[in-house]
């Protein structure tokens, strides 16, 4: 499985409690876009209804071909996502608890040539809790620093 575009953002704004992989229902323009990296998940967020899930806000660029052909599909437009029944109760009940939302971690290009999406149910966090994780962070270069010059 190989990654091509990853939420950077939602790991520095939220806490992520739980992950999925969905499969993602895409039109081919978009296919091509997304293996070109040509998307953006920071907006993106997953709205969950009884009995279906759909990706929103995910911004897919337009696909312009070799011939100068340009696709007319809406680039923030609704997909929907491909969980199973289970998942989807699951995933229902723990948008229910306060505080908790579905947001896409990473595009994923897996085995099967098929293009999935990591969702991760997760828990905004608040400013200190951003500060302590770029503290640990800074402190694990540092140390990964010394280690390396010895």
């Not at 953002?9 to 939220?14: R, S």
């Not at 609704?78 to 595009?107: D, F, S």
Request: glycine content about 6%.
């Amino acid at each position: 499985m190989k990654v091509l575009i990853k939420n950077k953002k939602a790991f520095h704004n939220y806490e992520v409690i739980d992950k999925y992989i969905a499969g993602i229902s895409l039109l081919g323009p978009e296919v091509k876009s997304i293996i070109k990296g040509m998307c953006s998940l920071a907006e993106g967020f997953v709205s969950v209804r009884e009995k279906e899930a759909f990706l929103r806000q995910v911004h897919i660029s337009k696909w312009t071909g070799t011939h100068g052909f340009e696709s007319d599909i809406n680039e923030t437009r609704e997909r929907k996502l491909l969980l199973t029944k289970a998942e989807l109760r699951k995933l229902h009940k723990q948008v229910q608890e306060k505080g908790l939302t579905v947001i896409p971690l990473a595009l994923i290009y897996s085995d099967t040539k098929k293009i999935k999406l990591e969702i991760g149910v997760c828990r905004g966090k608040k400013n200190y809790d951003k500060r302590e994780d770029l503290k640990k962070k800074q402190m694990k270069l540092e140390a990964d620093r010394k280690v390396k010059i010895r």
